[in-house]
């Protein structure tokens, strides 16, 4: 098999002149190929046979073959692991070296000093750490898409507040989210379910109300929130996760039967008007 055809079977369907290179291919040899064959440049040097509109995947495959030893960072990264979307008109990577960022077009690379140990694979795909991914994307967010991200790199698993905060050591311009790691230190993100679920734990420590057990079964169904000594269950309600009202009507029944009040509160309210919450775990 070509070595081309080896590479675009490993890398989505994509492969790098300098890979050629490396397998033994001349310049003339991948230029005069490229041309017979019509490969598809999606960046200089980085080419594909598919002639659709690329995957999401295949866009940051493609970013990190621009050059040898090329890693997702910062927006890139964090849309690569799930705890922030970034559908921007570049990608964003980085390479070891010095020096500022450079912008090509579709491409934003920068450079850093200290990427060893800070690095790794993400699905195959080369990116930095999530820790320095929660604190390289920190200063570009608001405070809201700031405590979002940071709540969803930990409810998905990608990283902990304990994680964060200690890869926060030493850095500048990081108060804010050092303030997040040390006031949500001990909020279950990872049992969460959403991140409506996840601010829900948010609202409840800064009120002071003990938090609850989060998506454990309850008279064999799940509830969200559970304080067994109170009796007391609280349901995140969104369309996305609660779509059926007859599963709701036969959980609640099941609940009550087991001697618990059941109340509900919607998502967006956690997010805009956060004393519905309270006031559902006090009432």
Request: glycine content about 10%.
């Amino acid at each position: 098999m070509d070595a081309h055809l080896e590479l675009a079977a490993r890398q989505d369907e994509l492969f790098a002149r300098w890979q050629l290179l490396g397998a033994g291919w001349s310049n003339a040899t991948v230029q005069g190929r490229a041309h017979r064959e019509a490969w598809r440049a999606i960046h200089p040097g980085v080419y594909t046979r598919v002639r659709g509109p690329l995957t999401r995947r295949q866009r940051l495959r493609a970013a990190t073959l621009t050059a040898p030893s090329t890693y997702l960072h910062a927006l890139s990264a964090a849309d690569a692991y799930g705890f922030h979307e970034w559908s921007g008109p570049y990608e964003t990577v980085v390479r070891a070296g010095s020096g500022g960022k450079r912008q090509y077009p579709g491409l934003l690379v920068a450079r850093s000093g200290t990427l060893e140990g800070d690095v790794g694979a993400k699905a195959g795909l080369p990116i930095v750490r999530p820790e320095r991914v929660v604190i390289e994307i920190a200063p570009l967010l608001r405070e809201g898409q700031r405590g979002r991200a940071f709540r969803e790199a930990c409810r998905l698993g990608c990283t902990t507040a304990e994680r964060i905060a200690r890869a926060l050591t030493g850095q500048r311009g990081t108060r804010s989210l050092a303030a997040l790691c040390d006031r949500y230190a001990v909020i279950p993100y990872h049992r969460c379910r959403s991140d409506a679920e996840s601010r829900g734990l948010e609202v409840l420590h800064d009120a002071e109300i003990p938090l609850p057990a989060v998506n454990v079964g309850v008279a064999g169904r799940e509830a969200d929130y559970v304080w067994r000594k109170r009796r007391l269950i609280v349901e995140v309600h969104s369309r996305e996760f609660h779509p059926f009202a007859i599963d709701d009507l036969d959980k609640k029944a099941r609940w009550e039967g087991a001697g618990y009040t059941v109340r509900y509160v919607w998502a967006n309210d956690i997010y805009l008007r956060p004393q519905v919450l309270i006031t559902a775990c006090l009432g």
